[in-house]
Nanobody, 124 residues
Framework: QVQLAESGGGLVQAGGSLRLSCAASGRTFRSYAVGWFRQAPGKEREFVAG????????YYTNSVTGRFTISRDIAKNTVYLQMNSLKPEDTAVYYCAAKSSGSRSRAPYEYDYWGQGTQVTVSS
């Protein structure tokens, strides 16, 4: 069993930065791949970034490549999403999720555990 808790969301002006954190409970968290997803009002939940168990392999959706960076601190059981050059279209509730299989996935249904989400609002 893994429990996830996101933090770090807030209100920021366009061009600004935020760092989201996803803190996990459970000693086996290091064996889980982790993804960040987001959901804007009236839209489906979409993949943002993912990282495999070792932390060496990160991947992103095209719209955030070059602006967002996902990383993990295994010792702290925490995964981060550094978001730079934020745009109004990045406004959404951001969720972290974990999957027991360490493989890459952009599909929400393949993730086993989810956090409660944190709101990110980017003003123009």
């Amino acid at each position: 069993q893994v429990q996830l808790a996101e933090s770090g969301g807030g209100l920021v002006q366009a061009g600004g930065s935020l760092r989201l954190s996803c803190a996990a409970s459970g000693r086996t968290f290091r064996s889980y791949a982790v993804g960040w997803f987001r959901q804007a009002p009236g839209k489906e939940r979409e993949f943002v970034a993912g990282i495999r168990t070792s932390g060496a392999s990160a991947y992103y959706t095209n719209s955030v490549t070059g602006r967002f960076t996902i990383s993990r601190d295994i010792a702290k059981n925490t995964v981060y999403l550094q978001m730079n050059s934020l745009k109004p279209e990045d406004t959404a509730v951001y969720y972290c999720a974990a999957k027991s299989s360490g493989s890459r996935s952009r599909a929400p249904y393949e993730y086993d555990y989810w956090g409660q989400g944190t709101q990110v609002t980017v003003s123009s």
